[in-house]
Nanobody, 121 residues
């Protein structure tokens, strides 16, 4: 069984910083893309940042220059450093990974349970 466990969410004032972590565990053979999505109340889930196994990264326009995604492949962990936070960054943040399980034949999508980020003005 594969699990993604997020940590690092919380309440912060506008202009502050938070660092999210997401660790994958279980019978994992390989991980391709890892990333972060977020969903605000009443809105759809949108991509925030993604990191490919080849080292490429992509960001939503709204977070470029403020957020940085990184990953430690040995630890099967992806991070999201969030600086200069704004109230509009308030959302439930979900970790995502494209994982091939041991004994599996293809990669499949896995999601974490979500971690709340609240930015006060």
């Amino acid at each position: 069984q594969v699990q993604l466990v997020e940590s690092g969410g919380g309440l912060v004032h506008a202009g502050g910083s938070l660092r999210l972590s997401c660790a994958a565990s279980g019978s994992i053979l390989s991980i391709n893309t890892m990333g972060w999505y977020r969903q605000a109340p009443g809105k759809q889930r949108d991509v925030v940042a993604v990191s490919t196994s080849g080292g490429s990264t992509n960001y939503a326009d709204s977070v470029k220059g403020r957020f940085t995604i990184s990953r430690d492949n040995a630890k099967k962990t992806v991070y999201l450093q969030m600086n200069s936070l704004k109230p509009e960054d308030t959302a439930l943040y979900y970790c995502y990974a494209n994982i091939r399980r041991v004994g599996g034949f293809r990669h499949s999508e896995y999601w974490g349970q979500g971690t709340q980020v609240t930015v006060s003005s």
